[in-house]
């Protein structure tokens, strides 16, 4: 049988040598990875860590699930508490900014 030296990454389709789809994924902490799974599996429920994905796209789930850590570690403000010193909290859109 003849090994493919490329292969397409499943997130965005588009071909790489195939240890390009595995290299960056298996130097990352488990916290991170795990973090980036999730993240992935969510808007790909067919994927698998061992489908690999291209560098691009792994960045971009990553950092997707760093801004999702992010704002689940946040507290939102109260009206008062909007740390201008002016004791009011302003409203724009229904939020407090």
């Not at 040598?17 to 994924?25: D, G, K, Q, V």
Request: glycine share 10%.
């Amino acid at each position: 049988m003849t090994e493919f030296p490329d292969s397409i990454c499943p997130l965005c389709s588009e071909v790489f040598p195939r240890e390009l789809l595995h290299a960056h994924i298996a130097v990352e902490t488990v916290r991170t990875r795990e973090r980036t799974v999730r993240v992935i599996e969510s808007y790909h429920p067919g994927w698998l860590e061992i489908h690999g994905a291209c560098r691009a796209c792994w960045k971009s789930y990553r950092e997707a699930g760093q801004v999702i850590r992010i704002l689940k570690s946040t507290r939102p403000q109260r009206a008062g508490q909007a740390g201008d010193g002016s004791g009011s909290a302003v409203r724009c859109g229904g939020l407090n900014a």
